[in-house]
């Protein structure tokens, strides 16, 4: 079992940055991928990023030039930089990680950007 606990989220105006963290904790053992996924009103959970074991990344269109996800596989987290951030991103960000036959997830963690 794997737990996961995000932390960063919160209020800030466009144009602003914010640092989302999620740390694991539990039997992480063979973890294939992490990433961030985000939920608005009256939409479906998409990708926003996504690391793998390698270090190699994946960003959604409009995460890219904008976004940047780093994992510490010493402290066991994943973080997600958001910088110019834009009304539109307003959703819970969700924190996965994922292994061959499973996928664990955080709690969600709510950013608003508004003015």
């Known amino acids: 079992q794997v737990q996961l606990v995000e932390s960063g989220g919160g209020l800030v105006q466009p144009g602003g940055s914010l640092r989302l963290s999620c740390a694991a904790s539990g039997s992480i053992i063979n973890i294939k991928d992490v990433g961030w996924y985000r939920q608005a009103p009256g939409r479906q959970r998409e990708l926003v990023a996504s690391i793998t074991s390698g270090g190699g990344t994946t960003y959604s269109d409009s995460a890219k030039g904008r976004f940047t996800i780093s994992r510490d596989n010493v402290k066991n987290t994943v973080s997600l930089q958001m910088n110019s951030l834009k009304p539109e991103d307003t959703a819970v960000y969700y924190c996965?990680?994922?292994?061959?036959?499973?996928?664990?997830w955080g709690q969600g963690t709510q950013v608003t950007v508004s003015s």
């Open positions: 996965k990680w994922g292994t061959r036959y499973y996928d664990y």
